[in-house]
């Protein structure tokens, strides 16, 4: 099994419900986000649960780059070595592209996708070094098309960590001497804070609990992609990947 697991923006939502779940199963973890104090009531927390598992904090923006290398060499110092690495930090900010929100959506944009992409070269350089290793990408539901209105960056982002995740697995192709798992999880409506105000998605809604239980259960299958819950969310992307644009406007 692979015991040593660092999640990104564990303070809250999808990567405190992961957290959980994994300590249950024995994992010992590297915690990361900017809100220390949540991460460290989240520490105490699971070590009084299960006080075999070791958790580590560590305060991280995942937007400093050189921060991402250096905490994840302390979390790797710290364990002895990183076996997964769950990148799952991400931003929710947004508007329709041409109505005066571009901040918004570069600040989303750099959050989702470009320091994504600092938190799976620190990952992969280690594992590689290593030979061994799990790098899990969290995408989207709405990484399936391309999104109206305040979901258009917000989709574009997670469609691009998508790719990342699919660049990196091809690159693992015929490599031989190395166990390194490259896993693509695609979330549906899950409740967290970044989405709790979003009152369209109500009604597929599924609680943090159930949806990371979910997560969990596929990271730990190693899975190569799954969307999650798998139902109704493995067969709405089907609909989503063919269905005229027209009709993906109205599943979201």
């Given at each position: 099994?692979r015991?040593?697991t660092?999640i990104t923006g564990?303070s809250?939502g999808l990567g405190e419900?992961?957290?959980?779940h994994?300590?249950a199963?024995?994992?010992?973890?590297?915690?990361?986000?900017r809100?220390?104090?949540?991460?460290?009531?989240?520490r105490?927390?699971l070590?009084?649960?299960h006080?075999?598992?070791?958790?580590?904090?560590?305060?991280?923006?995942?937007n400093?780059?050189?921060a991402?290398?250096?905490?994840?060499g302390e979390a790797?110092?710290a364990h002895g070595?990183?076996?997964r690495?769950i990148?799952?930090?991400?931003?929710?900010?947004?508007?329709?592209?041409?109505?005066g929100?571009?901040?918004?959506?570069?600040e989303t944009?750099m959050?989702?996708f470009v320091?994504?992409l600092?938190?799976a070269?620190?990952?992969?350089e280690?594992?590689?070094e290593r030979?061994?290793?799990?790098?899990?990408l969290?995408?989207?539901m709405?990484?399936?098309?391309?999104?109206p209105?305040s979901?258009t960056?917000y989709?574009a982002t997670?469609a691009?960590v998508?790719h990342l995740?699919?660049?990196i697995?091809?690159d693992?192709?015929?490599?031989?001497g190395?166990d390194?798992k490259v896993?693509?999880?695609?979330?549906?409506?899950?409740?967290s804070?970044?989405?709790?105000?979003?009152?369209?998605?109500q009604?597929?809604?599924?609680?943090?609990?159930t949806?990371t239980a979910?997560?969990?259960?596929?990271?730990?299958?190693?899975?190569v992609d799954?969307?999650?819950?798998?139902?109704?969310?493995?067969p709405?992307?089907?609909?989503m990947k063919?269905?005229p644009?027209s009709v993906?406007?109205?599943?979201v």
């Open positions: 099994m015991r040593n660092l564990a809250s419900g992961m957290a959980r994994l300590a199963s024995g994992h010992h973890l590297a915690i990361t986000a809100r220390v104090e949540r991460l460290e009531a989240l105490a927390e070590v009084a649960a006080p075999g598992v070791e958790v580590s904090v560590h305060a991280l923006d995942v400093d780059h050189d991402v290398f250096r905490v994840f790797a110092a070595g990183l076996d690495v990148v799952n930090a991400g931003l929710g900010k947004g508007g329709r592209i041409g109505t929100k571009f901040e918004a959506n570069r944009a959050t989702n320091a994504a600092a938190q070269e620190a990952a992969m280690h594992f590689y030979g061994a290793g799990h790098l899990v969290i995408s989207s709405s990484a399936m098309r391309g999104m209105s979901m960056t989709a997670k691009g998508a995740a699919e660049g697995r091809s693992l192709i015929g490599r031989k190395h390194i896993t693509t999880l695609y979330p549906g409506y899950i409740a804070e970044m989405n709790a105000q979003v009152e369209q998605e009604r597929l809604m599924v609680d943090t609990a949806g979910a997560m969990v259960k596929y990271i730990e299958k190693e899975v799954a969307a999650v819950p798998a139902w109704p969310w493995a709405i992307g089907q609909v063919h269905a644009l993906v406007r109205k599943l």
